[in-house]
Structure formats: C-alpha cells, structure tokens
C-alpha cells in the first residue's frame, strides 16, 4: 500500500507554501525507502516555485538536499541496508543507457535526468516530489553513503551546494598551488571556498562589500577583495579558475580579465537575463566561459567521502517547516548565513 507522507508543497505559483499530503509509492525490487530527517533549502526551490523559470508544475513539493535513515529496502538492493545513513540530491532517475549516463554524468542524460521534484517519472506521467516531505522511495542507483561521522543536518547541502562547487573544482583539476576566485559567499559560495581550501587551493572571495571578510577567512579563504578598478587591476590574469555563484547580473567582460591565460571562468548561477559577453577578454587570454551542473551520482558519493575526510560540512540555520515561507523571504535578502535547513520532525 502507498504510504500517506506530511509535507510542504507550493499550490500555484508565487503563492506562500502550505501543508500538504500527498503518497509515496510502495518500493520496488530496486528501491529504498527513507525516512527524511533534514532537508536543504536551495535557491533553486524559491525559483521553481515561483515559476521564474517557467514550467513549474504543481501542486509542487520542493527539495534536493536529502538527507535521512533508510527504513526498508527491495528485496534487490545491495547497497543499503535498514538504519544506513544515506542522502538524495538533485535526481532521482535517468534513461541508464545513453552515452552520458554510462559515463556516470547522469545529470546531463540525453534524454533529460528525472528531477528529485517538479519533473516526471520514467513512466512519463508521474509527478516527483521532493524532500519538503517525512519520507521518499529512491532507486537505489541514485541513493547516497551518508559517513556516520558528518552531522547529518549540516549535511544535508552538500547534496546540492557541496556537489556543485565540487565538481567544477575537480573538472578543472584545482590543487596545490592553483589560484581559485569565488564570486559571491552564499550557499554555494560558502561551500566552494570549503573545498577549495581542502584541495590545497590560495582561494580569494570576491564579494559586493567587506560585509563578509571575516566569515570567508574563517572558511579557509586566503584574500577577500570587493569589485572594482582596484581589484580587477591587482588581480588581472591571476587566477586558473573563477567559481560565480552569482545569481544578479554582472559585467562578465571585467572579471574574465582576472582569469590567466588558459584559465577559465564557471557560471553556477542563472540570472533573470541573460548576461552580454564581448568576445574581446576570451580571444586576449585565451580563456574560456564554462557552465557546470551539479556532478553524477559516482562524483557525488565521491564528494561526500572527501567531506567526510577533511571535515566538511555547510554552515547551516536550522528551521521548523513552518517557516519555510519566511526563510524564502530571507534568502532574497540575503539574510542567511550559509543554508536554510528544514528539520522534518517538525511535520511529525
């Protein structure tokens, strides 16, 4: 018998989040069933439930920072066990035939991955929700080890933050004595500046005002500096890699000149509009505009083990669901420091 869960769900867009129920499917042979404990709330979420980026689907249950205990298992499941600590990111599902899934990037599965909410299951007509909710029935494939020793509330972003500063770090081959720039200290940021640190990188944050200078020394970042004709001269082909996690509009064109010849500048944030770049500061350095969504499944559990090793976790402000409406109104304010989480006791 499907299983009646509590949740949190948008109604229609740009309405203010409500309780809800809906059911989660019995698990199949290749499933697992979990209890959500704690669940990330990523600025994705405020963006899809207020369908800024068109085609959201409701009733809609937002969520892809996952984290719990495994409660039952299909009877052909391997990998997880009842009472295992595990996560859940960003999909749930992809086609597990095209050329990117046996690569393991399913996140850019040809035939679109499944997302963890506001997306369809491989039947085509099922809607997916996410982790706004007291439990989830996962494949197994795309279930995550959760080591014992990370707290699990602090890490419940890394499925969505963690990865997707990590794999751009990894892509781009950041170590020992790489330069690293970060661009904008939030969720992301804040995570970015973490892992960098960790792989031996001199990281600099570069930020809109020194409101947060300390906070980014604390994180492990080297120098902090805010935009402008100072900056951008002190720092002109400086560094191999810039992580932007900004999500407002900028003028790209000034910051490509502080990457280095060859090196390159990723976009992990999405605007309202699009950005105008001049071909101008690529052609002089040779440099190269890259985009970069979270990492597969492999890079991901990958990821998590290397948090575990070096003490990893987000900064995190932990919430009651029912304040999950308030909390959207801080994100826009920027009034948090570093991730929302939502502790689902509170709809038990």
Same mark, same amino acid.
């Given at each position: ?40 709330? !990523?600025?994705?979420? /405020? ?50 035939? !095209?050329?990117? !899934? ?25 809607? $997916?929700?996410?982790?706004?909710? $007291? ?22 972003? /890394? &499925? ?18 790489? @330069? ?52 951008? @001269? ?15 509009? &900028? ?12 090196? $390159? ?16 500061? /690529? ?9 970069? /969504?979270?990492?597969?499944? @492999? ?7 290397? !948090? ?41």
């Amino acid at each position: 018998m499907p299983t009646t869960v509590q949740a949190f769900a948008a109604l229609k867009a740009k309405e203010a989040l409500k309780p809800f129920s809906f059911e989660r499917r019995d698990p199949g042979a290749h499933d697992v069933a979990i209890d959500i404990h704690y669940c990330g709330v !990523c600025h994705s979420d /405020l963006h899809q439930v207020r369908d800024e980026w068109g085609g959201s689907r409701f009733p809609m249950v937002p969520g892809h920072e996952i984290v719990g205990k495994v409660t039952a298992v299909g009877s052909s499941v391997k990998k997880f066990k009842i009472g295992d600590s595990v996560g859940v990111g960003c999909m749930v599902d992809s086609c597990q035939e !095209c050329a990117s !899934c046996a690569e393991g990037l399913e996140q850019y599965c040809e035939k679109g991955m499944t997302g963890t909410y506001n997306s369809v299951e491989r039947d085509g007509k099922t809607p $997916t929700q996410g982790g706004y909710s $007291t439990k989830i029935v996962v494949s197994e494939k795309f279930v995550l080890k959760i080591d014992p020793k990370l707290p699990l509330d602090k890490a419940a972003p /890394l &499925l969505c933050a963690g990865i997707t500063t990590y794999s751009p770090l990894r892509h781009w081959n950041i170590g020992k004595g790489s @330069k690293v720039a970060v661009m904008g200290l939030g969720g992301l940021g804040h995570m970015a500046v973490k892992l960098a640190a960790a792989m031996g990188a001199e990281v600099t944050v570069l930020s809109s005002s020194m409101k947060k200078k300390e906070d980014a020394i604390r994180l492990g970042a080297t120098n902090y500096a805010v935009g402008g004709d100072e900056t951008f @001269k002190k720092y002109n082909r400086y560094f191999d890699l810039i992580i932007n996690t900004v999500s407002a509009g &900028l003028d790209l064109n000034t910051y490509l000149g502080m990457v280095k010849l060859n090196g $390159t500048m990723v976009l992990l944030g999405i605007p309202e509009a699009p950005e105008p770049v001049h071909p101008f500061p /690529l052609i002089m350095g040779r440099r190269s505009l890259a985009g970069s /969504l979270i990492g597969g499944i @492999k890079e991901t559990q990958e990821m998590l083990d290397f !948090c575990a090793a070096h003490n990893i976790a987000s900064d995190i402000e932990l919430i009651p669901a029912q304040k999950i409406n308030e909390a959207y109104e801080r994100m826009l304010k920027g009034d948090v420091r570093y991730r929302f989480v939502i502790d689902l006791a509170s709809l038990k």
